[in-house]
C-alpha cells in the first residue's frame, strides 16, 4: 500500500542553521507530495505541495523538489528561525482518491534561539 | 476565507463511555475528513465524506461512527472509549481535490 517515511523524529538546530527534513513515499500511483506544518496548539496547515508537472515547490522560504527517482520530497530552508519551531508533516495524495491523504510520522523541529 | 470549528476542545471519557466529537466549517467545502492524531504516528484517516449523507471509511475507521447530516458539519462517536486512551481528533474539509484545511482538534483522554 502507500506509504511516507520520516525517519528523524527530532530535529534541534539554531538560528540561521540549514534545515534538511527527509521525507521518502511509496506508491504505484501518480501522487501529489505535501509538506504541511502544524504550531502548538493549532490543526496542520499547508506549506507547499508539488504534482508531477512541477517538480519543486516553495513558500516562506522553504522548498521541497519531488524526485521520482528516489521517490524523494525533502524539506529544506536555508536559515531557520526561532518562529518555524513546529512539527512538518509529508504527505502524499493519489489523484482521483478525492484528496485522501497519507501521512508520515512527523518531525518536530526545534530552533533555539 | 474560512474557519473550521471542532467541539470541544476537551474531552475527558471514561472506560466503555460512547463519546461524540463535532466539527463545522463555514468554507461550502464538499468533503470533510476525521484524522486520528497520535504522537509519533503521524494523522490517520478514520472517516471521509464526499458530500451530505455520504459516508466513506478510512483505515482506521474500527471503532468509530460518523455522521454528516449536513454539508456544514461532520460528527464522529467514538462508540465504547478504550481506557488509557489519548488522541488528537482532527476534522478538515477541502474542495474537490483542493488543498485540505483543519481545525484545531479535539484531545481526548479516556480514565
Known amino acids: 500500500g502507500d506509504s511516507v517515511i520520516q525517519m528523524q523524529g527530532q530535529v534541534t538546530l539554531s538560528e540561521n542553521d540549514f534545515l534538511f527534513i527527509n521525507c521518502t513515499y511509496s506508491?504505484?500511483?501518480?501522487?501529489?507530495l505535501f509538506w504541511y506544518v502544524q504550531y502548538s496548539g493549532e490543526g496542520p496547515q499547508l506549506l507547499l505541495q508539488?504534482?508531477?508537472?512541477?517538480n519543486k515547490g516553495s513558500s516562506r522560504g522553504f522548498e521541497a523538489t519531488y524526485d521520482k527517482g528516489t521517490t524523494s520530497f525533502h524539506l529544506q530552508k536555508t536559515s531557520v528561525q526561532e518562529i518555524d519551531s513546529a512539527v512538518y508533516y509529508c504527505?502524499?495524495?493519489?489523484?482521483?482518491?478525492?484528496?485522501?491523504?497519507?501521512f508520515g510520522a512527523g518531525t518536530r523541529l526545534a530552533v533555539c534561539p | 476565507g474560512g474557519i473550521i470549528t471542532q467541539t470541544p476542545k476537551f474531552l475527558i471519557g471514561q472506560e466503555g463511555q460512547k463519546l461524540t466529537l463535532k466539527c463545522q466549517q463555514n468554507?461550502?467545502?464538499?468533503?470533510m475528513y476525521w484524522y486520528r492524531q497520535d504522537s509519533g504516528k503521524g494523522l490517520r484517516l478514520i472517516y471521509y465524506?464526499?458530500?451530505?449523507?455520504?459516508?466513506q471509511k478510512g483505515d482506521l475507521s474500527e471503532g468509530y461512527d460518523a455522521s454528516r447530516e449536513k454539508k456544514s458539519s461532520f460528527s464522529l462517536t467514538v462508540t465504547s472509549a478504550q481506557k488509557n486512551e489519548m488522541a488528537v481528533f482532527l476534522c478538515?474539509?477541502?474542495?474537490?481535490?483542493?488543498?485540505?484545511?483543519f481545525g484545531p482538534g479535539t484531545r481526548l483522554l479516556v480514565l
Open positions: 508539488v504534482t508531477t508537472a512541477n
Open positions: 504527505a502524499m495524495s493519489d489523484f482521483g482518491s478525492f484528496n485522501k491523504l497519507t
Open positions: 468554507f461550502n467545502h464538499d468533503t
Open positions: 506508491t504505484t500511483g501518480y501522487p501529489t
Open positions: 478538515a474539509s477541502s474542495y474537490n481535490q483542493d488543498t485540505q484545511y
Open positions: 465524506s464526499i458530500t451530505e449523507n455520504d459516508l
